[in-house]
């Protein structure tokens, strides 16, 4: 069942659901409204004086139009004779083992309202003018013909029922209309929508259109396709700086290759140096790779944080890394002040080891690095040549590697990482010239919390 469908059902039964509950209202009102009154004047003739057999006699119910009276003993004698029946519901009354009755009956084609009133034994009547007591249990009926009013309920009832039916096929014909109305701007979006799906063309944008719910929905898909677009320009952008970066250590490996197959023309020396080339080629291959899945596994899977010391992680990696430093006489500083962040452990450790290592490579020999950790704030600093001002926006693009840096080993994928860590959990990490150190200072800052011990 298409939606289409469900809608204009919906429309249906609801619309339809009043318009029956209107006219069985209406009509029941109507009846009630007609009975009460007709009750009413049965109970206003029943509140004259006491009558008796008598036609057209004071207070035998004739002072109210239309209202007749008869008198029926315990025994079932009706005085006077008339049409209605003395049946056993005017016997129970009669006979004080019913309350006072109202009811409707039918004789003879005829409808008529009753309304029975015991009259127990010892009762004062009114007999040919003259008072008289009534000497066994009776009971007084008046009766009013009402085939008239239920001729015309029945003509109520069956106008409401064309009225329903009418209703109902106004509800199904407003429940295409709208349907038709609220259903055909989301087609013409769910047309365009299909259109690049299958064309695969994320450039496309909607039209936003009115400031309503279909605008918004409008509006929302251009910010997926503008989102799917970035990352496409992204990936293809990553694909060929990555293709690129490839190109010189495999050219660099396939020429040292043929030149190892001429080995018997080339010294100890020659071989040597060819083998050194060899190894450290390998091991930029094996860096960008290892750096373009840091990248892919950063932008791709959603890794589950955690609560981290963001001063004791950095201790950590501040202890491996004076390891490394300690080749080049480097010395490594670092004050660090409690700090808690929530993020992922091994993404964290990443971004860090970056910056710090980052430092060690530019420091010179026998240089010094300091690192800081103060409200949330990391900061690496070293005494190299630094960044100059004119590279800072670029120090954390991929494969990007600054003129003088393009001899030194790297992917130039390092920085990145840290930059997209930082975006991860909702920091920045910013570059400048250190006042201490007079190198780089490179700053992380993370959102996060003092703990309390």
């Known amino acids: 069942m298409t939606f289409r469908t469900r809608l204009i059902i919906t429309t249906t039964v609801a619309v339809a659901l009043a318009v029956l509950l209107a006219c069985t209202a209406s009509f029941f009102s109507t009846r009630n409204a007609l009975l009460r009154s007709v009750d009413e004047s049965l109970v206003a003739a029943s509140q004259g004086p006491r009558g008796d057999t008598g036609q057209n006699q004071p207070g035998q119910g004739e002072s109210v139009a239309g ?17 209605l029946p003395v049946d056993a ?15 409707t009956i039918y004789v003879k084609g005829y409808a008529y309202r009753e309304l029975i009133v015991p009259v127990p034994a010892g009762t004062t009547l009114q007999c040919g003018g003259t008072p008289c007591v009534l000497r066994t249990n009776a009971a007084q009926v008046f009766s009013v013909n009402i085939t008239g009013q239920q001729h015309q309920l029945h003509l109520l009832g069956y106008t409401l029922l064309v009225l329903a039916l009418l209703g109902v096929f106004l509800a199904i014909l ?48 251009n910010q997926l396709l503008t989102s799917v677009d970035s990352s496409q320009r992204l ?55 290892t750096d373009l899945g840091e990248l892919a596994r950063g932008e791709g899977i959603d890794g589950v944080t955690e609560p981290v010391r963001l001063d004791d992680l950095t201790d950590e990696c501040v202890t491996i890394a004076r390891t490394h430093g300690r080749t080049r006489g480097i010395t490594l500083d670092a004050t660090l002040t409690p700090f808690e962040v929530e993020g992922r452990r091994d993404r964290l450790t990443r971004a860090i080891n970056n910056l710090i ?17 103060t409200g949330g704030v990391l900061t690496v600093e070293d005494d190299g040549p630094g960044v ?20 030194l080993p790297g992917s130039g994928l390092g920085l990145a990482i840290v930059r997209q860590v930082a975006d991860e959990m909702g920091g920045t990490v910013t570059v400048g010239r250190s006042a201490a150190l007079g190198g780089a200072i490179f700053s992380l800052t993370l959102p996060g919390t003092v703990p309390e011990n």
């Open 67 to 83: 209202v007749s009276f008869q008198l029926v003993l315990a025994n079932g004698t009706a005085y006077p004779d008339a049409d």
């Open 235 to 289: 990936q293809r952008q990553l694909v060929l700086d990555a293709s690129h970066e490839l190109r010189t250590p495999l050219t660099s490996l396939r020429t040292n290759a043929q030149v190892l197959a001429h080995a018997d023309r080339l010294t100890t020396e020659e071989l040597g140096q060819i083998t050194t080339d060899m190894i450290t080629q390998v091991d930029e291959l094996a860096s960008l790779i």
């Open 174 to 221: 407003l429940g295409y209309l709208a349907a038709t109305a609220a259903l055909g701007p989301l087609e013409d979006v769910t047309n365009e929508i299909e259109g690049v799906a299958t064309t695969s063309n994320v450039a496309h944008r909607l039209e936003e259109g009115r400031n309503d719910e279909l605008g918004r929905l409008r509006r929302v898909f």
């Open 357 to 373: 290592n980052n430092a060690i490579k530019f420091a010179p020999e026998n240089g010094h690095v300091v690192v800081t950790l």
């Open 89 to 103: 519901t005017v016997l129970k009354v009669a006979n004080l083992k019913a309350p006072t009755t109202t009811r």
């Open 388 to 407: 100059a001002a004119e590279d800072e926006p670029f120090v954390f693009d991929r494969f990007w590697r600054s003129a003088s840096s393009r001899a």
